[in-house]
């Protein structure tokens, strides 16, 4: 489903008959679209513009993991202010890219804390530098280099850092009594990834990332990715994520392969399909394609 028609789905199914009543369908159509869901065990899920964000709402606190742009953050704060009064305790930033921490500022006297790898707030920084961006941020006051645990009420919150892949910044936050998992970019579900090689990534780590992620959860957690092609499938279970991993091998190998085999850059890069891979959409191939070639041939 393309982006428009499943927004305009979206905005038919939420209560349509009522809602065009009072207002005109050019009017709902301008109006913001966002997916704004529970998911399990106190933890749900939205999505507006940018990487998918998880939330948790509780007896005790807020958390939020991930923040998309200014305004997205703001329909969200507003979403959770109706469920709950209690106190926003943590912001968590999966990884350091604009579309996952962009709305940290409309979290700025908000959110108590805001945490993250030291390697995404190092990232952060040097992005806005480059980006002249720097007055539009909310850094992370609490950072962590391999595992961070947090607790909110009867929710313990573990972030886990496997090393590089979409960046050398990329945790897994794990809401562990909900059993549900952001993995930030570490899954681009079904969609041809971004690989931030300016920022540490490595499609080499990243196979070995998601061998863990395997290790480390279970079948029974549900995971929220970052991006899918279907916007309806930003959230799955453990064989999505096995399918990324075999994603990036078949990528991989497709690109050692060919370097062995005398292929040029050129030829590499204008490849169309990667053996192996035939669930992956949408543009971008050649994403991956350079950044496998560029590390591989380094
Ligand atoms: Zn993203
Ligand atoms: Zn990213």
């Given at each position: ?43 749900g ?9 998880a939330w948790l ?7 939020v ?15 959770l ?218």
């Amino acid at each position: 489903m393309d982006r428009r028609k499943f927004l305009m789905s979206t905005v038919l199914t939420a209560g349509s008959v009522a809602l065009l009543g009072k207002k005109s369908f050019a009017s709902l159509l301008a109006d913001p679209a966002y997916q704004f869901k529970p998911l399990r065990g106190n933890v749900g899920m939205f999505a507006e513009q940018g990487g998918t964000i998880a939330w948790l709402v509780n007896k005790d606190g807020i958390v939020v993991v991930d923040a998309e742009f200014p305004d997205p953050a703001t329909h969200l704060i507003a979403e959770l202010k109706k469920q709950s009064d209690k106190p926003f305790e943590w912001l968590i930033n999966t990884h350091h890219h604009g579309d996952h921490t962009g709305g940290n500022i409309s979290f700025k006297g908000i959110a108590q804390h805001v945490a993250a790898h030291a390697n995404s707030l190092t990232n952060q920084k040097a992005s806005a530098v480059k980006q002249k961006t720097e007055d539009k941020q909310l850094y992370p006051d609490t950072t962590y280099t391999d595992k961070w645990k947090v607790k909110v009420g009867d929710e313990r919150i573990t972030a886990h850092y496997f090393g590089a892949g979409h960046t050398n910044g990329d945790s897994f936050i794990h809401f562990e009594h909900a059993n549900v998992v952001h993995t930030g970019d570490l899954v681009f579900n079904r969609r041809y990834p971004f690989v931030d090689r300016s920022a540490g990534a490595s499609c080499k780590s990243w196979i070995t990332v998601l061998e863990k992620a395997q290790k480390q959860f279970d079948k029974d957690t549900l995971f929220v990715f970052g991006h899918a092609f279907d916007p309806q499938k930003v959230t799955g279970n453990m064989d999505d994520v096995k399918a990324m991993q075999h994603f990036m091998e078949s990528l991989v190998n497709y690109v050692d392969s060919s370097i062995k085999a005398g292929k040029s850059k050129q030829e590499i890069l204008a490849t169309k399909a990667i053996p192996g891979v035939t669930e992956w959409q949408g543009d971008g191939i050649e994403r991956g394609l350079t950044a496998a070639y560029e590390e591989l041939s380094a």
